[in-house]
């Protein structure tokens, strides 16, 4: 699984996903929503802190 800097695109296994983008400004942190394969995934990223993954609700390690 792979986002894109600066494009917000996600990508999985080369494959372009559509993804949702919702932006927060309280905190500067960015969602990113989108189905792959029946299941529900959901990448975080906020300003200093790593970014996440989480694939139906389980986190998915770096």
Do not use: W
């Not at 949702?20 to 995934?41: L, R």
């Not at 790593?50 to 609700?57: A, E, F, H, S």
């Amino acid at each position: 699984m792979k986002r894109r800097m600066y494009t917000g695109e996600v990508f999985c296994n080369g494959e372009k996903m559509d993804a949702m983008e919702t932006f927060a400004e309280e905190d500067c942190s960015c969602t990113y929503d989108f189905a792959m394969n029946g299941h529900k995934g959901r990448i975080v990223t906020r300003d200093g802190t790593p970014n996440t993954l989480t694939v139906d609700g389980m986190l998915v390690p770096n």
